[in-house]
């Protein structure tokens, strides 16, 4: 046995058990409601002792009995619930008896599963620096995935859950984060009900959709010719401009608000939807043109020259040729567009004063008052960030082809 391969495998059951604990525990409170205290230190003595058995299993050579990922399974939660006297989250037994039974589960399971990928090829004997250079690169992306996890996740959590919630609830436990299936159907989505009714979201919805729409269309109007006369035409200063469309994202949207502002008040172009149609096509086509460029540029070009020899005009290889060969990267750049002008918070804000035209940010920064209950505004965050959501996962496979589309030449 080498002493290092030893520390190797009880570092990566500590990491694993402490990681897992403070997760699940955590989670347990927000969705019981009761206080839970993880019990961090017995979780990691735990996950170090089903680590070395697991790896002293796999390494002893016997292929019968005990499975080594079961027999670790069994020493973590037997050795849990013995260091923790049978209270693994710091709760009395009664307490959201269910939940903690589920906790627990998900505990053994997920540090099992965690020193199984992780250890799957460690032994006691001497480890070679790449064998241990590819646990520590299991270990580094399986935490990195969980804290990016709870990045995303538990943001997204809270604001739902409290955007069911009454305010008698939230003012009684502002930590209790379950749902309440008591209150009804209408109990639970009364805020978003009330969205409708009483602070006129749908409108806001349609807005923000026509702007959202409104530009992608002008951005498509604007950038694909001008990509395509960069990526397939020769004139002065091409490869200036090639290189120079992204100079705008230089400059601050802040630094450019009060000039605007200024400009549009005078033109009569502020508290207007107009303005707005103004200024996000002029944020959104430098990068529609950098993005499409590079998809032109990597199309064969004889097949717009043949079309050009059959007769078609230039705007008739476009419309015949190039983009029906480029739709994936034209796909691509309407959902980024989208996204960007659905989430845009700043010009709305400063640009519009009438309610009747507030986009979907702008009305749910009109809910941050204290006059209005909490849950209403998390509700409207909630509307706000569902749609984009829902668009981005149906057609992330686009964005991605489209992103990547030109970088590779031939």
Request: aromatic content about 12%.
């Amino acid at each position: 046995m080498r002493p290092g391969s030893i520390l190797l495998t009880a570092v990566t059951g500590l990491i694993w058990g402490v990681t897992a604990m403070l997760v699940i525990g955590v989670t347990l409170t927000l969705v019981t409601g009761e206080v839970a205290v993880p019990q961090a230190t017995a979780a990691g003595i735990a996950g170090v002792l089903s680590a070395l058995v697991f790896v002293w299993r796999r390494s002893s050579g016997n292929a019968g009995g005990i499975p080594a990922w079961a027999l670790s399974a069994i020493v973590l939660f037997l050795v849990l619930m013995l260091f923790t006297f049978a209270s693994p989250f710091g709760l009395p037994l009664g307490t959201a008896l269910f939940w903690q039974v589920l906790a627990l589960g998900a505990f053994v399971f997920s540090v099992t599963a965690a020193n199984t990928i992780s250890l799957s090829d460690a032994r006691f004997d001497a480890m070679s620096r790449y064998e241990r250079e590819v646990i520590f690169i299991r270990i580094a992306k399986g935490v990195g995935f969980v804290v990016f996890t709870i990045i995303v996740a538990l943001p997204f959590y809270v604001m739902v859950m409290t955007s069911l919630k009454s305010q008698q609830t939230l003012l009684a436990n502002p930590l209790d984060l379950s749902i309440d299936f008591s209150q009804g159907f209408y109990g639970l989505f009364r805020s978003y009900v009330e969205l409708f009714t009483q602070f006129n979201f749908g409108r806001y919805l349609m807005v923000s959709a026509f702007v959202s729409v409104s530009t992608v269309v002008l951005t498509l109007l604007f950038s694909v010719p001008g990509a395509y006369a960069v990526s397939r035409l020769r004139f002065p200063g091409q490869a200036m401009l090639a290189r120079s469309v992204l100079l705008i994202y230089m400059v601050p949207a802040i630094v450019l608000v009060i000039p605007l502002y200024a400009v549009f008040s005078q033109m009569g172009l502020r508290n207007t939807l107009t303005g707005l149609l103004i200024v996000y096509p002029a944020t959104t086509i430098p990068v529609a043109l950098y993005m499409l460029q590079g998809y032109f540029r990597g199309l064969p070009a004889e097949l717009e020259e043949a079309g050009l020899m059959d007769g078609l005009s230039r705007i008739g290889v476009i419309l015949k040729i190039t983009l029906p060969l480029s739709l994936p990267a034209l796909a691509s750049v309407s959902l980024y567009v989208f996204m960007i002008a659905w989430n845009e918070f700043l010009f709305a804000f400063m640009f519009l004063d009438d309610p009747d035209i507030f986009t979907l940010s702008r009305g749910v920064v009109s809910l941050n008052s204290s006059e209005v209950p909490r849950q209403h505004l998390m509700a409207g965050a909630v509307i706000a960030t569902v749609p984009v959501l829902v668009i981005f996962l149906w057609f992330e496979r686009f964005l991605v082809q489209g992103l990547t589309a030109g970088s590779v030449k031939g």
